[in-house]
């Protein structure tokens, strides 16, 4: 899709040589990918316009011509915004991706959640004026850390998720790990499903949605490993899980066998450290990347000097 900037409700763009001569509907429906749904209900309420003029499902395309979509209406942002010490890696008119802190959880489960890294967006979208409901793309475990990407608008939204569900969106992770790997990469293909003994626990099952991860020793210690892993997946807990199951539980994971660590207290050893995409607006690459913060770089220099 062509690069598109926002103003009020609507993103405005300027269709070039790729995009002429093609009806408007082909144009979003088959070229920029909408929802059926969308693209007509976008013709039919005279929300999209060419030239400041309502455009039509069969009118043509010509190279240079200004549009401009109404997708940006405003809306709740569905929970109390809360000033938080939100720390932002990467923000345009239509993606903000953000550094969560181990311990926080990203988005409430339970009524007594007033403070999670939803609520912060919330209050960073309340001081901006931005008046869209909070999104988040993917999830991260309250004590990992790391990068968490969301859409701030609901045509961001649709497409970003898509793109996560094809798989276009990788998503890098740093782990230490009890032990020392021998394979110096790999992939872990194995399911994973409810642990039916424990209420939050998730095990590798037969029975359970395939998961895939990917990973890549990065340094080797006296007891410990440092791994690189990609998601080809993006089930709960599963680099937790896979990295157990290869009996290399992530240094401080109790829940998945692991020793308690003086350093990381109550949190396992597992950072989101980069987000690759291809960007839907534009189609540029995007790179964002958060180095390790402060108590992994702390464990870091304690597994260099046993």
């Known amino acids: 899709m062509i690069s598109m900037n926002r103003k009020g409700e609507w993103l405005l763009g300027t269709l070039g040589e790729q995009e002429a001569a093609l009806s408007f509907g082909d144009l979003l429906r088959k070229k920029w990918g909408f929802p059926k749904k969308t693209a007509h209900l976008l013709f039919q309420n005279k929300e999209i316009l060419v030239d400041d003029q309502p455009a039509t499902q069969v009118q ?50 339970e009524p007594i959640h007033q403070e999670t890294l939803d609520h912060w967006v919330a209050g960073y979208f309340k001081e901006k004026n931005i008046k869209n409901k909070v999104r988040h793309i993917h999830r991260l475990d309250q004590d990992t850390s790391g990068l968490v990407m969301y859409a701030k608008h609901p045509l961001a939204g649709a497409m970003l998720t898509e793109r996560l569900e094809r798989r276009d969106i990788s998503r890098q992770y740093i782990a230490f790990v009890e032990g020392i790997m021998q394979d110096e990469q790999g992939k872990v293909d194995a399911s994973i499903g409810k642990d039916r003994h424990h209420a939050t626990r998730r095990r590798v099952s037969p029975q359970g949605d395939r998961a895939v991860t990917h990973f ?23 680099i937790r899980v896979h990295l157990s199951y290869m009996g290399h539980p992530l240094l401080g994971d109790v829940l998945y066998g692991a020793r308690k660590n003086q350093v990381l207290r109550n949190r396992q050893a597992l950072h989101a450290a980069s987000l690759q995409f291809i960007h839907p607006f534009g189609e540029q690459r995007v790179e964002v990347s958060a180095k390790l913060p402060q108590d992994l770089q702390e464990l870091k220099e304690r597994l260099l000097l046993k």
């Not at 209406?73 to 890696?89: H, T």
Request: charged share 25%; aromatic share 4%.
């Open 60 to 109: 043509k395309t010509v190279s240079g011509q200004l549009i401009a979509l109404r997708v940006c209406m405003e809306e709740e942002w569905g929970l109390e915004p809360v000033k938080g010490p939100l720390v932002i890696a990467y923000e345009d008119d239509h993606v903000l991706i953000v550094n969560k802190p181990a311990g926080l959880l990203l988005h409430p489960t």
């Open 216 to 238: 890549n020793v990065i340094e080797r210690y006296h007891d410990a490993t440092q791994v690189s892993c990609r998601l080809e997946t993006g089930r709960t807990h599963q």
